[in-house]
């Protein structure tokens, strides 16, 4: 599974802790959305909780207040 494909399945599933995580590798960290999604839970295992202060300033630098979600689903 690409993190493309975890993505869609967080928007569907409307995992916004995922959505927002994945949001910020790609925009802030430049990490390619057709790499393997085990990337992500690489991250997930290597920073655990460290990684939520990051994810949440940059989350505050980009959410339009008013809206759900930051961005719309990333398109193939």
């Known amino acids: 599974m690409t993190i493309r494909e975890l993505y869609q399945e967080a928007m569907i599933r409307n995992y916004d802790s995922l959505i927002l995580v994945i949001e910020w590798l790609v925009y802030e960290k430049g ?3 057709d790499r393997d999604s085990r990337n992500v839970e690489h991250i997930f ?3 655990g909780d460290g990684i939520n202060p990051h994810v ?3 989350r505050g630098s980009v959410e339009v207040p008013g809206t ?3 961005f719309s689903k990333f398109e193939d």
């Open 31 to 33: 990490v390619d959305m």
């Open 45 to 47: 295992e290597k920073y």
């Open 56 to 58: 949440e300033r940059w």
């Open 68 to 70: 759900a979600q930051v």
